[in-house]
């Protein structure tokens, strides 16, 4: 089946270290999103990535890292810069072109204590 | 100001009413826009896609683009209470920049 798998669904960390989220998927999309979500709120963008080897910023990367080594995979690190890491992690995924839809992941619950 | 600004409600209507649901965008080049539905602590799943100016339809659910005043809403007829969810608008700016409303959670009562 195709889709994006996120990993773990849960998470836990102690303040302080630092924590990778994966993203997967086998849609050959070439555009991947990281979004965060809050309770209660919307979605705000982290990065997103349109090909290869190549990211952009979105409004809150402060505190976060990512790589695109593959076309795959999207890995979100979050460092111990990140002043408030708790919350609900998305991944998704779109073909390029701006009438397309973004497919998303499960998501990833990172909660740190 | 927001990139995309919705009414955050919560919004409640009765069984069986119309539910009408907004949003509004600042980047006057985007081309197109999406209606994901989000139950709580689930992923988005999109309702309905919209590119050009007018309404677009799709069984229960009807999309209304206005360009010209960066608009784009949600209308969900016959709401059933299975309905309640936030419901979150989308904006595709540029180069696959995708960016979210804060969404709005929509309760039907029976």
């Known amino acids: 089946d195709g889709g994006i798998t996120q990993s773990p669904k849960y998470l836990f960390r102690k303040e302080g270290q630092n924590v990778t989220l994966s993203c997967e998927q086998n849609?050959?999309?070439?555009?991947m999103y990281w979004y965060r979500q809050d309770p209660g709120q919307g979605l705000r963008l982290i990065y997103y990535?349109?090909?290869?080897?190549?990211?952009q910023k979105g409004d809150i990367a402060e505190g976060y890292s990512v790589s695109r080594e593959k076309k795959e995979s999207f890995p979100l690190t979050v460092t111990s810069a990140q002043k408030n890491p708790t919350a609900f992690y998305l991944c998704?995924?779109?073909?390029?072109?701006?009438?397309?839809?973004?497919?998303f992941g499960q998501g990833t619950r990172l909660t740190v204590v | 100001q927001k990139e995309v600004e919705q009414n955050s409600g919560p919004l409640s209507v009765p069984e069986g009413a119309i539910a009408s649901l907004n949003c509004t965008y600042s980047?006057?080049?985007?081309?197109?826009f999406f209606w994901y539905r989000q139950y709580s602590g689930k992923s988005p799943e999109l309702i309905m896609f919209?590119?050009?100016?007018g309404d677009k339809e799709d069984g229960r659910f009807t999309a209304q683009l206005n360009k010209a005043s960066q608009y784009v809403s949600l209308l969900i007829r016959d709401s059933q209470p299975s309905d309640s969810a936030t419901y979150l608008c989308?904006?595709?700016?540029?180069?696959?920049?995708?960016?979210f409303g804060a969404g709005t959670r929509l309760t039907v009562k029976p």
């Open positions: 919209i590119y050009s100016n």
């Open positions: 998704a995924s779109s073909s390029p072109g701006l009438n397309t839809e973004a497919f």
């Open positions: 990535s349109q090909i290869v080897n190549d990211f």
């Open positions: 989308a904006v595709n700016q540029n180069n696959n920049d995708m960016r």
């Open positions: 980047d006057r080049g985007s081309q197109s």
């Open positions: 849609l050959n999309h070439d555009a």
